[in-house]
């Protein structure tokens, strides 16, 4: 590539993938090969302007123009480099900068527009609204799809995957279709602008830093035979480590032996539901509404999942016991996704009912994250013997990480280590040691504490912005976790489909999960917003377009 | 503690336990707290002489000195401080040494010896035989015991875990047993002075340096969505990475969208043995003999698992047809344990009944680890749509990391995906993300040139030392892998049963597998012995000590 060839270049801002395919050009802000790269769309209100792709002209044949810059803003929607919801340079800033005529550029627009992926927004610019559907496609279900109801295989996400399908912008589907298979994780591998999909921290805080220190620190201390192959059990550094986090961070007395180190809860509740359905334990109570993405993992498993009611004091214990089920999922420190927290009376029927037989999965997700008192104690530091206690680092530090712990009465203990070394033979060693370096360093808690200090400001931050422009929205539970619910009541709750708001939402670049994927029963429809990993400034946008959707749906006029 | 109190201790030499329990006296070589501590046992012949244990008699109550000594014994036995095969200094020295009266220490020794833990090997001195019992008892089987002969809990690995438990002097039973529920999980678990296990490459080869230096990068370039839910199939960069990987090594050609990133072979086996059940089959045919613990992992998943005999040209393709199996699992490259390679008949015959509808499972489980020519190209290579392929970085860096990957056929990379999704989400990101740089780097290539000469050398040193010390023994395979296959065949082989050898080997402080444990129908004793994990004078060492335990057989003489 010559210099004259560059000149007619221009880079998208901080695109990854560009910047793996040809140098910057003199855009300024020149991107190190394996540098810091910070994926983040642009600036709210920043249009692409001239800085816009990786496009020469050169390459097109002649003649060919429009259909190879259509072809070339395809590609760019489909691999992330244009997310939806981001904005189109103006075609004459466009035709200018690519030294082609103004109609070569509003044809390969007007193209786009009809295939429904961009749209004209008036002074919004041109904004892209569709990506392609998610990779897996319904046409060709797996040739072991097998019976009982089992959610059958979910789109796979692809994170900025460059395999680009056959766009089919007719991703509003995601919500609209009655089945849910796979939809949290369609979701969750598009690329969009703002997300605010509830579930995940602050991970630009992530302590790099700290880390690799001890990272560092586990290579030079570590002995051969810790390369080898490790206890499926966990490491007992590791073990040891996460006995004195709960002890000193959710109230449980923990020997290290009855520690089990998992690959987050994900895989908590699938080795439980092997060890409930060795039992004879088929049938599992969950919360309604609850995690869409733990009951789908219940029946994966081939459980059948009871909803039992969730009000603002928690878990409806006499429902669960009406409902003639063994076993209960819940969430007793930070409802998901209400966020109510179960109240005393609640909570001692609850330990009751497990001390006559119940066996009660307590999912601890994110209740480190408490914002105006310490958070209630876990169930299980009152009644070890009858609660299966499931944590992990997904909401401390980074889902990527996929550490957990499980910790299940002792009868169950050996079973659940065989039924963790079947899966996997035990989580990766070094990781396992990193974090126990960090939970016994008190670096951990360190963390824990910044970023309480940012989710609570977040949450400040969306509180207001839901108050200014959600106005008919209500918002529930308690000062703590990493997202908000979101509901709306009365006259509007009776004309908005949540799905549909969602829908409009992620067509202006805004993602959120509607209420109604976590419901079993219906119920007034509301939305789940995240606002933990996102900045102030995406948060409040987020939240305006959210308000800008809700009043362009034809139903809430 | 004072300078006087130290200077009545005396540390067990390269101890970790006793590094962190007390500094070191002055016996020379400190051993710096956090920094490198190797954990391998004494030099060979070397007896532990002063520098003994972490002993201070002004610990022990008045009176009950000769109580005391004899219980701080037992649990160093018990935590691995003193591994099977260890010797004790001489009574006159260690009563020197603690300054009491030389009858306080024959007395403990006295205790021990007849409590089985040791034993006087005349001008061998006092030797440590017999460890306590690994850790889930038999007596104690779990409450969820499933039906369909699955293997119920093995006895947890515990790796120098300082919980001791009752000693049971009778760990021979780990041999004797008839049934082989976790025997492989339990021998992993014991601490002994020589390990000969299949199975490890050379860990103290563990690139610390190039791994770190990969990380550090992999932590700078990372945006914060790498530290999000990653794709359950796996990072792009390393599917890429594996894919670039399998092409140059294993003659494979895949797309990076064919490869899902699993936690080691041992799950890819647990996720295609859901795929297969789903498809209707529950007989998988396996090598006989053959790896246990792949028998064992296809077992618990609820399949049946049907012999088919190997031989010196490796599976027997004719005794698959007339099995029935629709499935077998086998290790083409370089079979476990006999070592030998698929011939190109069967090859040809293979991938003719895999055409004919069979699902061919290949375990690529060491085939880069060839001394002699460059190794025969997958099966997958030839026959991507009839064959799964699973292979994993265990046998190339280290079992530690819990990383590998499978290929399957185009229909049903779907279901694997949803398969692997919900078994944990997918496999922890950053440690992907370094893989990937080691492998794109050429780091991974120069690291299996660097152990394959030190594996080749270490093979050559056992094959001296078999021909040295167990004249009897035939020697199998290829020259290939981590592991030699010996049998005892004719006139010795009548006499000798493989797992009192195992267990004699183990009461001498050597670790090894009896060939009888990987067979499923009777033929000629053996044993597997790995070569890879340890030095050279090791090898030379516990091949000597396997031929005294072999001469030392009532059965043999």
Redesign the interface.
């Known amino acids: 590539m010559d210099a004259m060839d560059r000149s007619r270049r221009a880079p998208i801002a901080g695109s990854?993938t560009a910047a793996t395919e040809a140098p910057l050009s003199s855009a300024g802000t020149a991107s190190e090969a394996?540098?810091?790269?910070?994926?983040?769309p642009s600036r709210p209100g920043a249009s692409l302007g001239s800085d816009f792709l990786q496009l020469d002209i050169a390459d097109a044949p002649p003649g060919g123009r429009t259909a190879w810059l259509a072809d070339r803003l395809r590609s760019a929607i489909a691999d992330g480099r244009l997310p939806v919801g981001s904005r189109l340079p103006a075609s004459r800033v466009l035709a200018e900068e690519l030294r082609v005529t103004r109609g070569v550029v509003t044809e390969a627009y007007r193209r786009l527009s009809e295939a429904g992926q961009i749209a004209g927004r008036g002074r919004g610019g041109t904004v892209v609204v569709a990506a392609p559907a998610p990779p897996?496609s319904p046409s060709?279900?797996?040739?072991?799809?097998?019976a009982s109801g089992r959610?059958?295989?979910?789109p796979?996400?692809?994170?900025?995957?460059?395999?680009s399908r056959t766009p089919a912008p007719v991703f509003a589907a995601l919500f609209t279709s009655p089945h849910r298979d796979?939809v949290v994780?369609a979701l969750?591998?598009l690329s969009c602008r703002i997300d605010l999909s509830p579930g995940?921290p602050d991970?630009?805080a992530?302590p790099?830093t700290a880390?690799?220190r001890a990272?560092?620190?586990v290579?030079?201390?570590?002995?051969?035979?810790?390369?080898?192959?490790?206890?499926?059990?966990g490491?007992?550094a590791l073990r040891g480590a996460v006995a004195g986090w709960l002890a000193r961070n959710r109230g449980i007395r923990a020997d290290p032996?009855e520690v089990v180190v998992v690959?987050?809860v994900?895989?908590a509740l699938?080795l439980l539901g092997q060890?409930l359905r060795?039992?004879g334990v088929d049938r599992v109570a969950v919360e309604d509404p609850g995690s869409l993405g733990a009951r789908?993992?219940l029946e994966?498993?081939g459980h059948t999942t009871v909803p039992v009611p969730v009000d603002t004091g928690g878990l409806d214990v006499g429902a669960l016991r009406d409902c003639g089920a063994r076993a209960v999922l819940t969430t007793p420190a930070h409802q998901f996704p209400t966020g109510v927290v179960l109240d005393g009376d609640r909570r001692r029927d609850l330990l009751r009912w497990a001390a006559e037989g119940g066996v009660v999965i307590e999912d601890d997700y994110d209740a480190e994250h408490r914002y105006d008192r310490p958070p209630v104690p876990a169930l299980r530091s009152l009644l070890p013997d009858g609660v299966c206690y499931a944590g992990s680092v997904s909401k401390l530090?980074?889902?990527?990480?996929?550490?957990g712990w499980l910790l299940v009465p002792p009868?169950?203990r050996?079973?659940l280590?065989?039924a963790k070394?079947?899966?996997?033979?035990?989580?990766?060693?070094?990781?396992q040691l990193v974090l126990a370096r960090l939970m016994d360093s008190g670096e951990l808690e360190r963390h824990l504490r910044h970023v309480r200090r940012r989710h609570r400001g977040r949450r400040d931050v969306m509180l207001r912005a839901v108050e200014a422009h959600l106005p008919g929205a209500r918002v529930h539970g308690a000062a703590a976790g990493l997202h908000l619910m979101v509901t709306f009541d009365g006259e509007l709750g009776s004309h908005v489909r949540d799905t549909e708001l969602a829908a409009a939402a992620l067509a202006r670049g805004v993602k959120a999960h509607p209420l109604s994927w976590h419901r079993l029963t219906p119920g007034p429809p509301g939305l789940v917003l995240g606002y933990a990993?996102g900045a102030a400034h995406e948060i409040e946008e987020g939240i305006a377009l959210i308000g800008e959707a809700l009043r362009a749906l034809p139903t809430a006029a």
Chains 1, 2 share one sequence.
């Open positions: 990854k394996g540098g810091a790269v910070d994926d983040r897996a060709a279900p797996p040739a072991t799809s097998s959610p059958s295989s979910p796979a996400a692809e994170h900025r995957a460059s395999n796979g994780d969750r591998g995940v991970l630009a992530f790099r880390w690799l990272e560092r620190a290579l030079a201390a570590a002995t051969p035979a810790d390369f080898g192959y490790g206890s499926p059990q490491a007992p032996d690959a987050g994900a895989q699938g060890l060795a039992d789908q993992q994966y498993g530090l980074a889902p990527a990480l996929r550490v009868h169950l050996d079973a280590v065989t070394r079947y899966a996997d033979l035990g989580n990766g060693v070094l990781p990993a």
